[in-house]
């Protein structure tokens, strides 16, 4: 993942340039460059003046400036004595507001809430950014030994119970993974071409993705296939859970809860 994060897009009501005129004619660079650091803040918090400089490609000074607008603002802070900067509850409140009015998390957090008290095990939906599979709503047991995840964690589409979205991706962004070099987190992730590509097919044909320690080599998951209106494939519902805690009985139980958790998005959705 690049350090920089993405452009971001851009509104549908504002006005595009005129023919002649540069796609960046109504792009505010500061404000950008400010919208760029708050990502780098919000993707790894602590990260001090120097290394936020570094990241963006900012002037130390330039970036001072950014941040102390953006910490008048409340949307960054520093906390005491602690190094870096953190994100402030202006973020915060974007957040809760960015859950409320899109559509998918509105409809799958009470599900994956639901799903996870019923099992008692993680429970997340993760959808596809790039070559990532990235989750955006998730319930955690409160039990001492559990799989861990947050809320925003990346993972390459080719490991995982998120391998779902690849095997529904476009078939351009398949050639991509399966023609670059794969990363191998453990001896179970698949990392050759052949084996990624023989899974992919087992995928598509079962509409299931069954990962066994291939994140973490004592975790399982099982993830289903949450559809929109259209059809098309638009995230993955995960169940997860210490390898110790799934006999092979436990595991048709979190399939089950994982389809059955995606089906209720998907109605929710206008699937």
């Known amino acids: 993942m690049t350090e920089i994060p993405k452009q971001f897009g851009r509104d549908p009501g504002v006005k595009t340039p005129a023919a002649g005129e540069s796609p960046s004619t109504y792009q505010v660079q500061v404000v950008e460059r400010a919208l760029q650091l708050l990502t780098l803040v919000a993707d790894k918090q602590g990260l001090t003046l120097t290394e936020l400089a570094r990241r963006s490609g900012n002037s130390k000074a330039r970036t001072f400036r950014l ?16 190094p870096g900067f953190r994100l402030g509850y202006q973020a915060l409140r974007l957040g809760v507001r960015a859950a409320e009015q899109i559509d998918l998390v509105r409809v799958a957090q009470p599900v994956v809430e639901a799903i996870g008290h019923r099992c008692d095990e993680t429970v997340q939906l993760r959808v596809r950014d790039g070559r990532d599979s990235m989750c955006i709503c998730r319930w955690e047991t409160d039990k001492i030994v559990r799989y861990h995840t947050e809320v925003g964690r990346r993972v390459p589409l080719h490991a995982g119970s998120g391998r779902l979205l690849l095997a529904f991706a476009p078939a351009e962004l398949q050639r991509e993974v399966l023609a670059a070099p794969l990363m191998g987190f453990t001896p179970n992730t698949p990392v050759t071409t052949e084996q990624l590509a023989r899974e992919l097919a087992g995928i598509r ?11 973490e080599a004592g975790a399982i998951s099982a993830g289903a296939s949450v559809r929109d209106a259209t059809g098309e494939v638009v995230a993955v519902f995960i169940v997860a859970a210490p390898i110790a805690r ?22 929710g959705l206008g699937g």
Not at 70 to 82: D, M, P, Q, T, V
């Open 205 to 215: 044909k079962e509409d299931l993705c069954v990962s066994q320690g291939e994140l």
């Open 246 to 267: 799934v006999p092979e009985a436990r595991l048709a139980e979190l399939v089950a809860l994982a389809r059955e958790g995606a089906a209720a998005i998907t109605r």
């Open 67 to 82: 941040l102390h607008t953006l910490e008048a603002a409340g949307f960054i802070l520093r906390k005491g004595s602690e």
